[in-house]
């Protein structure tokens, strides 16, 4: 079964850093685009960063610059780097990746989350 597992989230005060992991298991991962997505309390889930088989990444223009996602496909292992954390950046992250099929609709997987929260 497919399993995103998101780890790194925490307590960081505003203009620090943060890395997040998303250990991915289940598919065929080296083949599959990776993204990343933040949910804060009463608003629509956002997208943050993607990063595709090829090792082309997509930033939010709200992050870039700030933000790096990096994969290690030996470990099955897509990274959320956060530097230069802003209050607004705080928020459920979510790791995500859709499974495509000849003739089927696509699946989407999403991980658990892992919390950031950037207060003084």
């Known amino acids: 079964q497919v399993q995103l597992v998101e780890s790194g989230g925490g307590l960081v005060q505003p203009g620090e850093s943060l890395r997040l992991s998303c250990a991915a298991s289940?598919?065929?991962?080296?083949?599959?685009?990776m993204d990343w997505y933040r949910q804060s309390p009463g608003k629509q889930r956002e997208f943050v960063a993607s990063?595709?088989?090829?090792?082309?990444?997509n930033i939010a223009d709200s992050v870039k610059g700030r933000f790096t996602i990096s994969r290690d496909n030996n470990k099955n292992t897509v990274y959320l780097q956060m530097d230069s954390l802003k209050p607004e950046g705080a928020g459920v992250y979510y790791c995500?990746?859709?499974?495509?099929?000849?003739?089927?609709?696509?699946?989407?997987?999403w991980g658990q989350g892992t919390q950031v929260t950037v207060a003084s």
């Open positions: 990063i595709t088989w090829l090792f082309n990444a």
């Open positions: 289940g598919i065929f991962f080296s083949r599959q685009s």
């Open positions: 995500h990746t859709t499974k495509r099929r000849d003739y089927l609709e696509p699946i989407n997987y």
